[in-house]
């Protein structure tokens, strides 16, 4: 199983970045996809969490509003779309895959598999 994220750069506050994570080795629509992020110097957190059949979604109270996760099932990617970025949003940005019950959704310790990270900057 491998998770392949990329997207990640430096764009000026109040644009817009796509991340991607492409998954392989597992069955579309079996597996949840996560998205975290970790700044420098903080733990890293949950942004988005992506439903098993992709239908449902969940976001950080920090991104709601301004962040849009979607899966293409045919390419077996799931894709982060970040708008009205602010430099709060600047960290290494991780995807996920795994199994977790719904009450742990947010523990990256619930997540298996793991992307090997993409930085976004956000600055000026």
């Known amino acids: 199983v491998q998770l392949q994220a990329s997207g990640g750069g430096l764009v000026q506050p109040g644009g817009s970045l796509k991340l991607s994570c492409t998954v392989s080795?597992?069955?579309?629509?079996?597996?949840?996809v996560a998205w975290f992020r970790q700044a420098p110097g903080k733990e890293r957190e949950g942004v988005s969490v992506?439903?098993?059949?992709?239908?449902?979604?969940w976001y950080a109270g920090s991104v709601k509003g301004r962040f849009t996760v979607s899966r293409d099932r045919a390419k077996n990617t799931v894709y982060l779309q970040m708008n009205s970025l602010e430099a709060d949003d600047t960290a290494v940005y991780f995807c996920?895959?795994?199994?977790?019950?719904?009450?742990?959704?947010?523990?990256?310790?619930?997540?298996?598999?793991w992307g090997q990270g993409t930085l976004v900057t956000v600055s000026s």
């Open positions: 080795g597992l069955t579309s629509n079996s597996y949840t």
């Open positions: 992506s439903g098993r059949n992709g239908g449902m979604a």
């Open positions: 996920a895959a795994g199994t977790p019950i719904l009450s742990s959704q947010w523990e990256s310790r619930s997540y298996r598999y």
